[in-house]
């Protein structure tokens, strides 16, 4: 958990730290904490909780997500930048205060109970990791089974963090609260380590109680099987599908709200449909485990065309809820994630490779997050949010393909933290004829980087994709009433912003408005550019471009009230920009 603040590193004084040092010191050999600065630790096979510049850091999202006011919740006092030991902190709990039940532990600090995190052992058992030294720090000798084993309480116990005044964690069953989809893995939290989570425990069929703190007993608990499947509840069921099995049959076979755990390993999917996997129900989720580098891989067999694609059976339908999480998608002639007409859904945590035309696709659709997935090699776009409305697309790296980041004809769109590199255009806002929607407003481009973007064009060149010069930033070809501030844009050899009218860039194509007459408005008008910082951009242009040279960090030739404001150029056109 890096970057805690410094008024937490000052928190630790005097004899208190000192006592509590040698507390953490007796037990470190012990337990392990989530990173011990070297990659060791939870971290090893959870890295989706490992924070980063362009990903936000851990702590700040628990104090976000979470409500979390406590600094010492979570770390030690003394503790600065140092990740907590897994089960314990200042004020006693650690990580397994909340990824884990109370099973009798009083913290030698606070006084108050303590998790062992037994609960984490039994599902971690239940998935295969039974060998100690898997978690625990190697050369530990306190890494056997508890005896006597602590009692396992069930899954509507409240864990020690819950029901505090310094977080709004209340509800151990409740998937909202508990998955926060910090890891590529999650589906929840399994407090009592029996293999289900949330709603899908029995338990959690009567309202969470706080269940006082049990005496350990002498018998070991036996974990319940997690089978292929588990009975409903509430409508909903688990589904494993485990390597040479069909992901599709699962799906198939799936009720509406089923979650659908897929086991690491290669998927090939022979069934004969143009997709691999095609979902039209409600409320699928589509879970990718990983262990270590082990991941479920979706490859393409002859004849398919998409990877995942998501769409209502019927015209006029709509596809209510949908996530897909820690999957490989790769080598399709097509897509490889699509949603169409869906609302309520996640595309988290992927990786897309190598799917030629477009990498990750939700068009159509609404009330969507994509986040944290990695996309390269399309000849389209990496990703494209095509009408649809209200999507947030957060914390991705798109590189190597056309355009990185697309989004097109769409409205409510919030694009923040993103990462574009090594495409032809890196961020494209444009306008398309043809479409659904005819119009485009409120975009919020903020936060992202945006550099070295001078790929050569591999799109077919009667496509409109092929018409687009190498080396540029962000593209803003047509949209209106949008915001692009506090990016970071560099190493673009054409343009580091261009804000352009739609029909001056077709024109002299196949594309041209004059034999094409557009269905949409297309000048840029009232676009704002606000509070980047540009770096060398402008310095190689495309050879023979017509507009070769404007080539500099910011362009804007065409439309109306589009505004410069408080930006740092490193470059400049002998026109000026038109200010706010």
Same mark, same amino acid.
Request: glycine residues 12%; charged residues 15%; negative net charge.
């Given at each position: 958990?890096?970057?805690?603040?410094?008024?937490?590193?000052?928190?630790?004084?005097?004899?208190?730290?000192?006592?509590?040092?040698?507390?953490?010191?007796?037990?470190?050999?012990?337990?392990?904490?989530?990173?011990?600065?070297?990659?060791?630790?939870?971290?090893?096979?959870?890295?989706?909780?490992?924070?980063?510049?362009?990903?936000?850091?851990?702590?700040?999202?628990?104090?976000?997500?979470?409500?979390?006011?406590?600094?010492?919740?979570?770390?030690?006092?003394?503790?600065?930048?140092?990740?907590?030991?897994?089960?314990?902190?200042?004020?006693?709990?650690?990580?397994?205060?909340?990824?884990?039940?109370?099973?009798?532990?009083?913290?030698?600090?606070?006084?108050?109970?303590?998790?062992?995190?037994?609960?984490?052992?039994?599902?971690?058992?239940?998935?295969?990791?039974?060998?100690?030294?898997?978690?625990?720090?190697?050369?530990?000798?306190?890494?056997?089974?508890?005896?006597?084993?602590?009692?396992?309480?069930?899954?509507?116990?409240?864990?020690?963090?819950?029901?505090?005044?310094?977080?709004?964690?209340?509800?151990?069953?409740?998937?909202?609260?508990?998955?926060?989809?910090?890891?590529?893995?999650?589906?929840?939290?399994?407090?009592?380590?029996?293999?289900?989570?949330?709603?899908?425990?029995?338990?959690?069929?009567?309202?969470?109680?706080?269940?006082?703190?049990?005496?350990?007993?002498?018998?070991?608990?036996?974990?319940?099987?997690?089978?292929?499947?588990?009975?409903?509840?509430?409508?909903?069921?688990?589904? &494993?599908?485990? %390597? $040479?099995?069909?992901?599709?049959?699962? !799906?198939?076979?799936? #009720? +509406? @709200?089923?979650? *659908?755990?897929?086991?690491?390993?290669?998927?090939?999917?022979?069934?004969?449909?143009?997709?691999?996997?095609?979902?039209?129900?409600?409320?699928?989720?589509?879970?990718?485990?990983?262990?270590?580098?082990?991941?479920?891989?979706? &490859?393409?067999? %002859? $004849?398919?065309?998409?990877?995942?694609? !998501?769409?209502?059976? #019927? +015209? @006029?339908?709509? *596809?209510?809820?949908?996530?897909?999480?820690?999957?490989?998608?790769?080598?399709?002639?097509?897509?490889?994630?699509?949603?169409?007409?869906?609302?309520?859904?996640?595309?988290?945590?992927?990786?897309?490779?190598?799917?030629?035309?477009?990498?990750?696709?939700?068009?159509?659709?609404?009330?969507?997050?994509?986040?944290?997935?990695?996309?390269?090699?399309?000849?389209?776009?990496?990703?494209?949010?095509?009408?649809?409305?209200?999507?947030?697309?957060?914390?991705?790296?798109?590189?190597?393909?056309?355009?990185?980041?697309?989004?097109?004809?769409?409205?409510?769109?919030?694009?923040?933290?993103?990462?574009?590199?090594?495409?032809?255009?890196?961020?494209?806002?444009?306008?398309?004829?043809?479409?659904?929607?005819?119009?485009?407003?409120?975009?919020?481009?903020?936060?992202?980087?945006?550099?070295?973007?001078?790929?050569?064009?591999?799109?077919?060149?009667?496509?409109?994709?092929?018409?687009?010069?190498?080396?540029?930033?962000?593209?803003?070809?047509?949209?209106?009433?949008?915001?692009?501030?506090?990016?970071?844009?560099?190493?673009?050899?054409?343009?580091?912003?261009?804000?352009?009218?739609?029909?001056?860039?077709?024109?002299?194509?196949?594309?041209?408005?004059?034999?094409?007459?557009?269905?949409?408005?297309?000048?840029?008008?009232?676009?704002?550019?606000?509070?980047?910082?540009?770096?060398?951009?402008?310095?190689?242009?495309?050879?023979?471009?017509?507009?070769?040279?404007?080539?500099?960090?910011?362009?804007?030739?065409?439309?109306?009230?589009?505004?410069?404001?408080?930006?740092?150029?490193?470059?400049?056109?002998?026109?000026?920009?038109?200010?706010?």
């Amino acid at each position: 958990m890096r970057g805690i603040t410094g008024k937490c590193r000052r928190a630790a004084i005097g004899a208190l730290a000192v006592a509590a040092a040698a507390i953490w010191v007796a037990r470190a050999d012990a337990y392990p904490s989530y990173d011990d600065g070297v990659g060791n630790g939870c971290v090893q096979c959870h890295t989706g909780f490992q924070g980063g510049p362009s990903v936000g850091t851990l702590h700040l999202r628990h104090q976000n997500d979470f409500g979390i006011t406590s600094c010492t919740l979570c770390h030690q006092l003394f503790g600065g930048d140092t990740p907590v030991l897994t089960y314990y902190s200042a004020q006693g709990y650690g990580c397994s205060g909340c990824h884990a039940q109370d099973y009798g532990h009083t913290s030698l600090l606070s006084g108050q109970p303590k998790a062992t995190g037994y609960g984490l052992r039994l599902y971690h058992a239940s998935e295969g990791v039974t060998a100690c030294v898997t978690c625990h720090f190697p050369g530990s000798g306190v890494t056997g089974e508890p005896d006597p084993a602590p009692a396992v309480l069930p899954e509507t116990s409240l864990p020690p963090y819950y029901g505090l005044a310094n977080n709004n964690l209340t509800d151990p069953c409740s998937s909202t609260q508990e998955d926060m989809s910090y890891d590529a893995d999650a589906v929840g939290l399994d407090n009592d380590g029996n293999g289900l989570v949330d709603g899908l425990d029995p338990a959690c069929a009567a309202p969470p109680v706080d269940t006082p703190t049990p005496t350990p007993t002498s018998s070991a608990p036996t974990p319940t099987p997690t089978g292929t499947s588990t009975p409903a509840m509430s409508g909903k069921r688990l589904i &494993k599908v485990f %390597p $040479g099995s069909s992901i599709q049959a699962a !799906v198939d076979a799936a #009720a +509406p @709200g089923t979650t *659908i755990v897929v086991m690491p390993g290669l998927y090939e999917e022979t069934h004969g449909g143009q997709n691999a996997v095609s979902v039209r129900k409600d409320g699928i989720r589509l879970i990718g485990r990983k262990y270590g580098h082990d991941r479920v891989v979706l &490859k393409a067999v %002859p $004849g398919q065309k998409n990877g995942v694609v !998501v769409e209502p059976s #019927a +015209p @006029g339908g709509r *596809i209510d809820g949908f996530t897909i999480r820690g999957f490989v998608i790769r080598d399709f002639p097509k897509n490889g994630i699509v949603t169409r007409y869906v609302d309520n859904f996640r595309i988290q945590g992927n990786e897309s490779i190598d799917n030629k035309e477009n990498g990750i696709w939700p068009t159509l659709s609404a009330k969507g997050l994509v986040s944290r997935n990695v996309s390269y090699g399309s000849d389209d776009s990496a990703m494209w949010v095509e009408t649809s409305v209200n999507v947030r697309v957060v914390n991705n790296v798109l590189h190597t393909s056309v355009t990185g980041l697309e989004v097109s004809n769409s409205d409510d769109i919030l694009l923040r933290g993103n990462e574009a590199y090594n495409n032809t255009v890196g961020i494209g806002l444009y306008m398309q004829p043809g479409l659904e929607r005819k119009q485009s407003n409120r975009w919020h481009v903020t936060r992202n980087h945006v550099y070295d973007n001078n790929r050569a064009n591999t799109a077919p060149p009667s496509s409109m994709a092929g018409a687009l010069p190498t080396g540029g930033g962000v593209l803003l070809l047509g949209p209106d009433s949008n915001l692009v501030e506090n990016n970071l844009i560099e190493n673009n050899g054409f343009y580091g912003v261009a804000v352009v009218d739609y029909c001056l860039v077709v024109d002299g194509t196949a594309f041209n408005c004059v034999d094409n007459v557009p269905d949409f408005d297309p000048s840029p008008d009232n676009n704002r550019i606000k509070s980047n910082r540009f770096v060398n951009n402008g310095t190689s242009p495309p050879i023979g471009h017509p507009f070769a040279f404007l080539a500099n960090d910011a362009i804007a030739f065409g439309g109306s009230g589009n505004c410069f404001e408080d930006n740092i150029l490193s470059t400049s056109f002998p026109n000026p920009l038109p200010g706010c």
